[in-house]
């Protein structure tokens, strides 16, 4: 007997009931025709993840006519061999092939009948359940009318997808559980209760209802973003000219190549600041929700940690005995790092571990679950994020839980790494087996850029706005997140072991990357008289001098002219407005000859010019002058603006600001560079020693004299903060600090 249709009397005849021709395979036919050839058919199926495991038998569950077309909606329980049981949604049509039915969403009919369901909100009666047709406010400015280029995407995974029009995609889930999708959950919240745009618009959904059931997701309906295609991708063409470039820097090009190379990275860098910045809003904008049980944050619990923990340690001893038991299967090269991973679970665990202490005033989140750079679309100057599934080898449960906001953090990073190893494999060649080893340091410099960058952007949103989803102590928050990337370089290490064994190398180095923990600091305490060291930040009040370089020339004779304030603001403070990357470009000299002048050989050797190496702003001055005149008598013409913007000299002067903060032992002073504000490091290691004349920098001075901790005053009396951003050079201090601290300093 055919399934029932109610049909509103709105919609247009493509939805309404057709009628049956002369011949015609009957509904509850074809489906019981599908279910059968349905063990064969499904294990080649791309969206199909049961591939190892043997099919008992297909039985179907419910299914219903799409009105005006001959495809049927149709639900399967999939039993398999080991007794395990699986819900698939698989619109079947008839097919005079050898299997006597056809996917229906190879059908542009079929397709485009399901979207004119979801404009007019229709509803499908099936047995035992109704098929209800969603749409939302947005759909009539995405898809404003019926579809005239309906087309399957053959890039599909563990869905199915096809496009309309170029401005709308319908995404059909296959495998099934009870309950909504986390993809509509999230994008339906974000779409209709927030202004975030960050992701696609949501446009509609299809659901499976059942009398006194929680509704099931089949299919969404969002809007397609025009794109340049996925970050990943993008990320992997960028690696490819980064490394090229470095080694036409490594065979004979030098500092220039090189210089060229560190550019490429640091405007890699400004990217993932920028998705960082967006991951952020994305978590700021789903913790603000307050009216929808399913999404509102709520404090992370005991039990949240308690169960977090124990699925961590349970994971990680199922793949320790898996590396154990396939160590000598693995490529040589890799073997021993394996077997130093198996020897070190103990360490592991207690790593893992530290997941306790989110227990502590944080609250959880909606989280995308899943997130890489392959979930991420380059649109025009931004991204947009993708697919909200989750991870779709777990349970449907889990998918919608609320988490730590930094298991999506952690899976950005690690993706970053996936990027920079990956990356490296392509650039080797059979011929040159050395290559990759060459090439491994600009690697790590590019991912620690990267990383770094992300990780600012994302905090500038969250943590410095008082997120309270995050840790509040920098110590806390650094040691949660290396919890969630060792979690994911194991789960990494368990695929690549059973999928790609060739690749283990990748998450074995995130395992050893974030296993070890900070040295355990020891107290160094003042000197008797001696008082506490008290952090000043500080804040650039900035002025504009009148006057403007249209060539280099004029640059030159302008650098004469101005007072040695505008010197200062456009070389050492240049590092104050670069918090993050100081790029190849270190002052604002450099960077406008290279940039806006399209010089690239003045750019290159005005950043040379080190400010640090100059005792006053009067030298500095006649060497920036000298060089300028001594590039120009090279050349004939005088290079100027053509396309670009002139130079604007700019002065300024630098307002203290108290922080508060005083400490008196060598583990405050290394706990507070943790916290402070970067213009704060700034202001003790430049400000201090050029503009306010002290001869050294402050940090520097106050280990001497008020620990007494000569040498490591030496050391820091050496970190040089031009060499690279102020981020690195808070970095560097703290190294600093924990190696004295482990050394026993001070006691």
């Known amino acids: 007997m055919a399934s029932k249709t109610r049909t509103p009397k709105s919609a247009p005849p493509a939805a309404r009931r057709p009628r049956r021709r002369r011949g015609a395979v009957p509904p509850d036919r074809l489906v019981t025709r599908a279910a059968a050839g349905l063990p064969a058919f499904l294990p080649a199926q791309r969206w199909f993840g049961s591939k190892a495991r043997t099919i008992a038998g297909v039985t179907p569950l419910d299914h219903a006519v799409v009105p005006g077309t001959a495809g049927i909606l149709a639900l399967f329980d999939v039993v398999f061999a080991d007794a395990g049981r699986e819900t698939y949604l698989v619109p079947v049509t008839p097919d005079a092939g050898e299997a006597r039915f056809g996917d229906a969403m190879d059908d542009p009919a079929v397709c485009a009948a399901l979207v004119e369901l979801i404009r007019i909100g229709g509803s499908v009666s099936g047995r035992r359940g109704a098929f209800r047709f969603i749409p939302t406010e947005a759909l009539a400015d995405i898809l404003p009318g019926p579809s005239e280029k309906v087309n399957r995407v053959r890039t599909e995974q563990s869905n199915t997808s096809v496009s309309f029009d170029g401005k709308a995609i319908l995404k059909l889930f296959r495998k099934l559980e009870p309950g909504p999708n986390p993809d509509f959950e999230i994008t339906d919240f974000l779409t209709r209760r927030t202004t975030f745009r960050g992701v696609p618009r949501l446009a509609g959904s299809i659901v499976y209802m059942t009398a006194g059931g929680e509704g099931t997701t089949l299919a969404v309906l969002q809007e397609f973003v025009p794109n340049q295609g996925d970050a990943w991708t993008s990320t992997l063409g960028r690696l490819g000219e980064y490394y090229a470039v470095a080694l036409d820097g490594m065979a004979g090009e030098g500092g220039s190549g090189q210089a060229f190379a560190r550019t490429l990275?640091?405007?890699?860098?400004?990217?993932?600041?920028?998705?960082?910045?967006?991951?952020?809003?994305?978590?700021?904008?789903?913790?603000?929700?307050?009216?929808?049980?399913?999404?509102?944050?709520?404090?992370?619990?005991?039990?949240?940690?308690?169960?977090?923990?124990?699925?961590?340690?349970?994971?990680l001893g199922r793949v320790v005995a898996t590396v154990a038991s396939c160590l000598e299967t693995l490529p040589a090269p890799d073997r021993e790092m394996a077997r130093q991973v198996v020897d070190l679970a103990p360490r592991l665990r207690t790593e893992l571990a530290a997941v306790q202490i989110l227990g502590q005033g944080v609250t959880k989140i909606r989280v995308h679950g899943d997130y890489h750079l392959g979930q991420i679309l380059k649109s025009g100057d931004g991204f947009m994020i993708l697919d909200f599934e989750g991870e779709p080898a777990r349970p449907l449960e889990e998918r919608r839980a609320k988490q730590c906001a930094l298991k999506d953090v952690a899976g950005m990073l690690r993706s970053f790494d996936y990027a920079a190893h990956t990356g490296l494999l392509a650039a080797a060649t059979p011929d040159d087996i050395g290559l990759a080893d060459r090439l491994a340091p600009w690697a790590e410099r590019w991912l620690t850029t990267v990383r770094e960058a992300f990780l600012k952007g994302y905090l500038t949103e969250t943590w410095e706005a008082g997120a309270p989803f995050l840790p509040r102590g920098q110590e806390a928050l650094r040691a949660a997140l290396r919890v969630f990337e060792l979690d994911k370089a194991i789960y990494e290490l368990n695929y690549e072991i059973n999928h790609r064994p060739a690749w283990v190398r990748i998450p074995l180095e995130g395992v050893r990357r974030t296993m070890a923990p900070a040295p355990k600091p020891r107290a160094a305490r003042l000197r008797p008289g001696e008082g506490p060291f008290t952090f000043v930040a500080c804040v650039e009040l900035l002025e504009f001098v009148g006057v403007r370089a249209e060539n280099e020339r004029q640059l030159a004779e302008l650098i004469e002219e101005v007072s040695l304030d505008s010197i200062y603001y456009h070389t050492h403070a240049f590092f104050l407005r670069h918090k993050f990357v100081a790029g190849a470009y270190p002052n604002d000299?450099?960077?406008?000859?290279?940039?806006?002048?399209?010089?690239?050989?003045?750019?290159?050797?005005?950043?040379?010019?080190?400010?640090?190496?100059?005792?006053?702003?009067?030298?500095?001055?006649?060497?920036?002058?000298?060089v300028i005149d001594d590039h120009l008598r090279r050349l004939q013409i005088v290079p100027g603006v053509i396309f670009g913007e002139p130079f604007d000299f700019i002065q300024s002067r630098i307002v203290e600001i108290a922080t508060g903060t005083q400490v008196r032992t060598l583990q405050e002073f290394r706990d507070a560079l943790l916290e402070v504000d970067v213009s704060a490091i700034y202001f003790h290691l430049v400000e201090s020693r050029m503009r306010l004349g002290r001869g050294q920098n402050d940090f520097a001075a106050w280990l001497d004299r008020g620990l007494d901790l000569p040498e490591l005053a030496a050391r820091v009396r050496a970190v040089d903060p031009y060499a690279g951003s102020l981020e690195r050079t808070r970095a560097r201090l703290i190294q600093l600090c924990d190696e004295a601290l482990a050394e026993g300093a001070g006691e």
């Open 265 to 315: 990275a640091d405007a890699d860098a400004e990217e993932a600041r920028r998705l960082g910045s967006l991951t952020g809003r994305l978590h700021m904008t789903l913790a603000s929700a307050t009216s929808d049980p399913a999404i509102n944050p709520e404090p992370i619990a005991a039990a949240d940690v308690a169960a977090w923990q124990a699925r961590m340690q349970d994971y």
């Open 589 to 626: 000299f450099a960077t406008w000859a290279a940039v806006q002048v399209r010089d690239r050989v003045l750019g290159e050797r005005l950043a040379m010019v080190d400010p640090g190496e100059f005792a006053n702003l009067q030298t500095l001055r006649e060497e920036l002058v000298s």
